[in-house]
């Protein structure tokens, strides 16, 4: 079957042909029909210190994805039958350890991701553990390919009640987009989006931002004290990773309030624990990868009600073969949601 | 002033010239604009047993308003001015039991309610202690007038969160309509209204309910368990104080679920415990009154952004003077919210 | 190798030989050490309605126990070794239903309970899947082997925060006991233990009961008022499933307090829901099973810190064989923990 | 009477004869038994740039004490009695802003400190709203007296559900014993406390501390992690303010796990938020001052039941004139609480 590869360490990617891979007694074999690509994707084609550290080539990449279940394992349970169109979550956990054990298998220290530290989806098809693989019911395959950073999204905006809250994004890009829709779907009194690029500004307006800010241009922290009667944001949602906009977020939280980190700032970033966190009260929390399975739960809920559509923050799409041309426009900083077509 | 009062044990309410009241020092006087009429008022009208075990006449009835700040007392803080539009909580609570110390003052021991146990705002003027007072700042007064009932609405939807849910609301007086409002703004997957009056569901239709069942024309077991993918529903909010109701309530909440309660049934009802709560791992919430004041927050909040609007809700409108058609309106059991312009 | 059977419907148990299990893949095979006796023993040894329905002989009862594991299937991980001594979580679930994906696995409705559904642990082997199995640790067995029922004390005590609390314990049976020296080891401000037999009161001291109270001689309602200044109880656990005692927990709960349910009332119980439920502004939580393993997590951590013994409340110990008797111990109603020595 | 006093910007505070406080319609007048001295009293005498900017000469210092009631305001409800020993939360808040009214007041802007904003209680009487001051009800004054700061060590501890806990307290000056007492009280499975001084460590280890670690002798995190079976901290209580102790902090709390920040680092600390925080999925709390009231609620029952006694941190104790000398002991950073007996 076809894929993109990586083949050995350095720089870039190659499409070439894979063996099928093989369906374990309690795996499900899919026939991938659409895939995002993001940027740990962008990382492991420029192979950045984070790619040399953790990846092993060769392997075929990407984590993201939907397709349609056409081979089941002998011992996966009678929900799921050949036919079924499906998405998976790409963190493969040991299911055994304390953060197992207690609901947060989202930070198992065993994580194996697909793409990155065993064969991804950027082919024809890919095995998942049954536990994994989620139906889509509905939900279309274009939108369940993307459900995995969608779940990143979730995961950031609804660790909190969001219904009447004054919500503060930063950082527009795809999830930041996704985190807008999200937000208002359930039901903020007001999403505010910040971007330094006026194209993911524009996106994140179609996403329902109340308002759409430019640090270049605007006034971010008064624009939020406006719209929140003085008292600043009930939730900041760090998703650039900038350290001005951290720093942004810590002086808008209101006292009392939270600020989710999924942004990941390069190096250390300096911070006055006293005035930015202590003295205003405010709890931080670090978010990664998506609750297993409660947000996926929330993402199949909103997406089926029709609550939510992610689809505005769709601005390309290619063949499994130009994946340079997908790589190309996420480094552009100017797009949206990219994703694969590679099969239906 | 004009006021409607309870002038002696027995059934009626009477209009009538009353001193206006003195604004002691920590106390804000009110001129009213809008009120609403209650099923409590109807039981005050009535005497009934629970009215003449309580209420202690003559008083003046009525504890659901809003208006204009007319005078303040000396103690005031300064956010206050005359002139500003405002409603208030009509629960006077201790402040310093152990429930008002530890945020539960909605259920204070002491609480002296407006209406039913001190004089009411079914009158030109009332004077409240300036703690129990909220700034309207751009909610009209008609819509401020039924944030008391409003409140109940929104204490029992959001003391769980909503958002992607499968919201069931029994019971659509005024009350359960407003909970299918404030259900679909806080982000519910889906929210089905249920009701054997059809003027009622209509109302609950007009409000955003889903799906709208007539427990005597309609499955309502089947139909819930369609629309929540045959699990049942996520929070059930049982508003009609039926005893099928609650029935009908634990049966289709979904294993692990939640069940708020605010309607009260007459007499005892006879619960399996076993089957009902227990083996099915549920949640129950009795809902008494308001947050004080974590939902009027969450209702200024609701109103302001125009997320939630309960106005489809007001079905009839009298002057102070009309008490008794008022009260007839309520007594049909088809009125919606029931609301009377007292003054501008 | 020797079992418990039941061996047709009707009354009684039967020790008999039957094969020792067979380890399949995902699973693993522990010699058993310990095992509790527990009421639903009972019911299946009398063949009452409830295992009537549920129950299909023959089959080997018993769903509490600990053991060594002498044989791990081919894909159970590493973190299991032969020799290790370990528990089990007796519930067997699917794992991808709404409850099991977001954290209410132990409200599965598609779970088997060994000795139940499917073979159990009064037997020299028990065979289970590696995801039931938790290592004991430094747990001695014949603790390991009452982990279950623990588990359902635990899930009940801990379902809120417990520190500083005022708790009422309705109904001295193991369980109950058992959460008398759980909600003291979590650092209840006071523990207060009723029951109708001197016995149970007694074991409950044992435990570390503030106080313990019998309704026959003593006024529960003054005494919980008396230690909570006034107040009620902040948490009520409800073990024994007798109605008076759901009354007296309803009654002696404080406002804004919670009601957590472990007892089985037979056929339903009229409640007075106005005045026991909502105007109080409680919460009831019905408890089932445990959570999987959010609970066992916390076991494991009050056993292994020393914090909790629950050893004073074996009153009982008897080998295999013995079973007549130590089914007579749990009818005389006096008994405490009744456990059979199996091997070692 | 006589009071402590700044009597004018720059180093150093007098002991001076000052007017007795007045009693308003809604103060309680109390004559002082006992005070705590602190860390803040010393920056007021050290006159550092914190004080320079905050406060305004002449006023009396002091936020910590208890003592008895001897007058009350005319509006002053009927619970409070001549005669009754109290103490009382020093945050004077308004009680009308947005963090007031959900519960958040230890976070409310507008917040008047008592020896810091406005005279304090290093003198025979002082005065406070009635709203502030708390029944010792059984509690010495001696233990009264030093409620504030112990209330910021439960607000510390008790923001998340400790019982079964590792929990790490980093710093054990008098707020960071009594974390430790109040932990190991909330059931926590282990107290690991770190200081670098021995004398302090002594203290934390009379407090109950399961283990005890000098970071210039032990290896914290190894120690850390032989006493969590390999997964960290639970809960990470930060009370020293020193940057290297941030870092251990984040770096031996588990996946998941908590870090609640009290320490007040001078200056800027960097951190790598990516390793440190969000690929960790912690969750960070900034604590000031005590929840109002729900922390002083909890410290009641947890002294009142006698599950935690702090008398073993009180290693200081001098009559009012004294004062150089305490602040000396502060100063010296060996001292354990250090009191003012001012009355009786």
């Given at each position: 079957?076809?894929?993109?590869?990586?083949?050995?360490?350095?720089?870039?990617?190659?499409?070439?042909?894979?063996?099928?891979?093989?369906?374990?007694?309690?795996?499900?074999?899919?026939?991938?029909?659409?895939?995002?690509?993001?940027?740990?994707?962008?990382h492991?084609?420029?192979?950045?210190?984070?790619?040399?550290g953790?990846?092993?080539?060769?392997?075929?990449?990407?984590?993201?994805?939907?397709?349609?279940?056409?081979?089941?394992?002998?011992?996966?349970?009678?929900?799921?039958?050949?036919?079924?169109?499906?998405t998976?979550?790409?963190?493969?956990?040991c299911?055994?350890?304390?953060q197992?054990?207690?609901g947060?298998?989202?930070?198992?220290?065993?994580?194996?991701?697909?793409?990155?530290?065993?064969?991804?989806?950027?082919a024809?098809?890919?095995v998942?553990?049954?536990?994994?693989?989620?139906?889509?019911?509905?939900?279309?395959?274009?939108?369940g390919?993307?459900?995995?950073?969608?779940?990143?999204?979730?995961?950031?905006?609804?660790?909190?009640?969001?219904?009447?809250?004054?919500?503060?994004?930063?950082?527009?890009?795809?999830?930041?987009?996704?985190?807008?829709?999200?937000?208002?779907?359930?039901?903020?009194?007001?999403?505010?989006?910040?971007?330094v690029n006026?194209?993911r500004?524009?996106?994140?307006?179609?996403?329902?931002?109340?308002?759409?800010?430019?640090?270049k241009?605007?006034?971010?922290?008064?624009?939020?004290?406006?719209?929140?009667?003085?008292?600043?944001?009930?939730?900041?949602?760090?998703?650039?990773?900038?350290?001005?906009?951290?720093?942004?977020?810590?002086?808008v939280?209101r006292?009392?309030?939270?600020?989710?980190?999924?942004?990941?700032?390069d190096?250390?970033?300096?911070?006055?624990?006293?005035?930015?966190?202590?003295?205003?009260g405010?709890?931080?929390?670090?978010?990664?990868?998506?609750?297993?399975?409660?947000?996926?739960?929330?993402?199949?809920?909103?997406?089926r009600?029709?609550?939510?559509?992610?689809?505005?923050?769709?601005?390309?799409?290619?063949?499994?073969?130009?994946?340079?041309?997908?790589?190309?426009?996420?480094?552009?900083?100017?797009?949206?949601?990219?994703?694969l077509?590679?099969?239906?």
């Amino acid at each position: 079957m076809k894929a993109i590869v990586k083949t050995a360490p350095g720089p870039g990617l190659v499409v070439r042909d894979v063996p099928k891979p093989a369906c374990g007694p309690n795996d499900v074999l899919i026939r991938v029909h659409h895939a995002g690509v993001c940027g740990t994707d962008l990382h492991i084609y420029d192979w950045n210190p984070w790619a040399q550290g953790r990846c092993k080539p060769p392997f075929t990449v990407g984590h993201e994805f939907a397709g349609e279940i056409v081979e089941l394992g002998s011992d996966v349970h009678e929900d799921f039958k050949t036919g079924q169109l499906v998405t998976a979550e790409g963190h493969i956990i040991c299911g055994h350890c304390l953060q197992c054990r207690t609901g947060n298998g989202h930070v198992c220290k065993r994580t194996s991701i697909i793409g990155v530290d065993r064969n991804g989806c950027f082919a024809e098809y890919i095995v998942m553990p049954s536990g994994n693989v989620m139906l889509l019911d509905g939900i279309p395959t274009e939108i369940g390919g993307i459900m995995d950073p969608m779940g990143n999204a979730f995961h950031t905006v609804l660790s909190t009640e969001v219904s009447g809250s004054i919500v503060l994004i930063l950082g527009c890009g795809p999830i930041g987009c996704f985190a807008v829709g999200i937000a208002k779907a359930a039901g903020a009194a007001a999403v505010i989006a910040v971007d330094v690029n006026p194209k993911r500004l524009e996106l994140a307006r179609k996403m329902g931002a109340t308002r759409v800010l430019n640090p270049k241009t605007d006034n971010v922290e008064a624009a939020v004290l406006e719209l929140s009667n003085g008292d600043g944001a009930d939730l900041v949602c760090e998703m650039s990773g900038a350290p001005s906009a951290l720093h942004t977020g810590f002086k808008v939280v209101r006292y009392g309030g939270r600020v989710h980190l999924l942004g990941i700032p390069d190096g250390d970033v300096p911070i006055d624990f006293a005035n930015e966190i202590v003295f205003k009260g405010i709890t931080i929390y670090g978010v990664i990868g998506r609750k297993m399975y409660e947000t996926w739960n929330l993402m199949q809920r909103f997406l089926r009600s029709g609550q939510f559509d992610p689809r505005p923050t769709i601005t390309h799409r290619f063949p499994l073969e130009m994946i340079e041309d997908a790589i190309a426009a996420i480094r552009s900083g100017s797009a949206g949601k990219v994703i694969l077509d590679i099969g239906s």
